[in-house]
């Protein structure tokens, strides 16, 4: 056993990667129940968020399927020329790039209605988003019928664009920055609502030291801290956890660095934490869908801790 044994590497990440992915099913599958049956005006950004619901139920159940045969039949089941690599080379890149995409359009939304108190339609934001999608949709339905799909170091992935060839080569240049894109977009449309709604809270703050409004300051202070955790949030999964792939891309490029199985497999997992706390980060940015979260979380509180007492008393 050992941090280069391929064996290892696949088992123990393919069920880290399992337990992530039954989360993103299980967290997702509440989301979609609150905007069903909790929310009764469906906004537009509620709609797009039930895109992203989807869009997550998609990959995690894929990745979890995938994870399951590898941990089965080990690290041969996504050898290269196998139909799952063929599979994952196809549907988990062209997924993982839409729903960056899906989240970085949402904080576009949430971003002119807080700061400039612009609305469009819904017809507009799905078209634009369908838009927005076709470069990944048009680069991997190309990578598709290329039959190049080569598994990665660690057989945790595999990539669709193998050949050696001068379009390949621009291709495998392009496709980072269709997570580069999308994650600066979020990046700065984020922290321009953090800095508008910190602006309304020092306001508020002015006001209720004034008023000598303690109860009110203990809130405002609360949110401020909620404010440092979210952007603090938005710089490590949309920068931080990206940073390892763009930083050892560049290196292969100008030194001929290739990865190793564990360091390719550390990649792959921080980059899939990300997509496993898109829709985490992204409600807490949604006060309406935040505030029935939150409500049930608070009720499952009070029946556990009811329970809890029912046992044990």
């Known amino acids: 056993m050992g941090l280069n044994n391929l064996d290892d590497i696949n088992v123990i990440f393919s069920s880290i990667l399992l337990i992530l992915s039954i989360f993103i099913l299980s967290f997702t599958g509440l989301i979609i129940y609150i905007i069903l049956a909790k929310i009764s005006s469906k906004s537009t950004e509620i709609k797009v968020l039930l895109v992203l619901c989807l869009v997550e139920i998609e990959l995690s159940l894929s990745k979890a399927v995938t994870c399951i045969l590898k941990l089965t039949y080990g690290k041969e089941a996504n050898n290269t020329g196998t139909y799952l690599c063929y599979y994952i080379g196809f549907e988990h890149q062209l997924i993982a790039r839409v729903e960056l995409m899906v989240v970085a359009y949402l904080s576009l939304m949430r971003y002119f209605i807080v700061c400039h108190n612009i609305t469009k339609s819904t017809k507009f934001w799905l078209i634009?988003?369908?838009?927005g999608c076709l470069p990944s949709l048009m680069i991997f339905i190309y990578g598709a019928t290329l039959h190049q799909d080569k598994s990665s170091p660690s057989y945790l992935a595999c990539t669709a664009f193998s050949a050696p060839t001068q379009i390949n080569f621009i291709i495998n240049c392009i496709l980072p920055f269709l997570f580069i894109i999308p994650s600066w977009i979020i990046t700065f449309c984020y922290f321009c609502i953090g800095l508008k709604i910190n602006k309304q809270l020092n306001r508020m703050k002015i006001e209720a030291i004034a008023d000598r409004d303690y109860n009110l300051l203990k809130v405002i202070s609360l949110q401020k801290i909620k404010i440092v955790v979210q952007l603090t949030l938005v710089i490590v999964l949309y920068n931080i956890n990206f940073s390892p792939s763009y930083i050892t891309l560049i290196l292969k490029f100008t030194i001929g660095y290739n990865r190793t199985?564990?360091?390719?497999?550390?990649?792959?997992?921080?980059?899939?934490?990300?997509?496993?706390?898109n829709p985490v980060l992204t409600i807490t940015f949604q006060?309406?869908?935040?505030?029935?979260?939150?409500?049930?979380?608070?009720?499952?509180?009070?029946?556990?801790?009811?329970?809890?007492?029912?046992?044990?008393?």
């Open 287 to 313: 006060p309406e869908l935040n505030h029935e979260l939150s409500l049930i979380l608070f009720k499952l509180n009070l029946r556990i801790k009811k329970l809890y007492l029912t046992i044990f008393e």
């Open 261 to 277: 199985p564990i360091a390719e497999a550390i990649v792959f997992l921080v980059v899939y934490c990300t997509f496993s706390l």
């Open 128 to 131: 634009s988003l369908a838009v």
